[in-house]
């Protein structure tokens, strides 16, 4: 039997780029990370919010955890989601992705047995706040985050990462839809045109 696997949801950013708070930031009339919450469902795992204001997330009834080293930024988060993980992976996705697409999540769980990092690599770049997790990175997590070198994938360098290359996440999400992330009003916008 596989072994179960934890979703974190990084809740953690001060969203200065939309001016008001993304998790709550509304699309069709629900907020952002309702429809993050919605797409990790199907996946049946324990999930948890990495959040430094618990107060507003009371409401979504999800264990939340602060950060570990406040201020660190995502690599800070990732660092926190791991730390309090009851499982040896964790799923670690941003709040402000609502196209989430549950089968490419499937897959990426389906490879942790063999490789720490599980990350899709799209146009030559990591998905870091879309990937799996072992607990053997918080080590070189943390010690990147002691000496302030706050890179998100920093430590990559230092365990065995599996990259799912653009084709490979094609076969899961054609149109890439996962990596629509909501950082403006713009952006929002557009993100509306796409439901």
Known sequence: MPEPITVAVLAGGRSKRMGTDKSFTL?????????VLERVKPLGAYTMLITNRPADYAGLG???FADVFPGKGSLGGLYTALTYSPTGHTLCVACDMPFLSP???QHLI???DSYDVIVPRIDGFPEALHAVYS???LE???????????????????VNVRYVEE???????PELR???NVNTPAELAQAGENI
């Open 110 to 112: 389906d490879l942790r």
């Open 62 to 64: 999800l264990p939340m």
């Open 140 to 158: 070189p997590m943390r010690t990147l985050i002691q000496r302030d070198r706050l890179k998100i994938i920093g430590f990559y360098d230092q």
């Open 135 to 137: 607990k053997a990175c």
């Open 103 to 105: 089968p490419l999540l």
């Open 27 to 35: 699309l069709q009339g629900r907020p952002l990370i309702e429809h």
């Open 178 to 180: 996962s990596f629509i």
């Open 167 to 173: 084709d490979e996440t094609r076969q899961f999400d």
